[in-house]
Nanobody
Framework: QVQLAESGGRLVQTGDSLRLSCSASGRTGSSYTMAWFRQAPGKEREFVASRFRNGASTHYANSVKGRFSISKDNAQNTIYLDMNSLQPDDTAVYYC???????????????????WGQGTQVTVSA
């Protein structure tokens, strides 16, 4: 099983940028899909971004497209979420997730992932 650990969340102001990190320990393999989800208070966990099958393609939620970018440092086995032009609506706990079993259509659903980090809080003040 892969252990995931997020870091980087903090309080920022509207318009600021922030980078989240997720380090993966354990064997991930070439078919491993990693993603970022977020959950705001009182809301369901929602898809943010993914690297399908170790980077064969990347995908973004419409709400973050053009502002957020997902990337990976293979040497460190760490994925990043670079967030720009942050808005109060981006306030949430951000989770890193991974799965070796995703098909293209399932990568946007939280229930497709079986490895999860503990989450990191991002708060954007108005």
């Amino acid at each position: 099983q892969v252990q995931l650990a997020e870091s980087g969340g903090r309080l920022v102001q509207t318009g600021d940028s922030l980078r989240l990190s997720c380090s993966a320990s354990g064997r991930t393999g070439s078919s491993y899909t990693m993603a970022w989800f977020r959950q705001a208070p009182g809301k369901e966990r929602e898809f943010v971004a993914s690297r399908f099958r170790n980077g064969a393609s990347t995908h973004y939620a419409n709400s973050v497209k053009g502002r957020f970018s997902i990337s990976k440092d293979n040497a460190q086995n760490t994925i990043y979420l670079d967030m720009n032009s942050l808005q109060p609506d981006d306030t949430a706990v951000y989770y890193c997730a991974g799965t070796g079993r995703a098909i293209w259509s399932s990568q946007f659903r939280a229930d497709a992932y079986y490895d999860w980090g503990q989450g990191t809080q991002v708060t954007v003040s108005a």
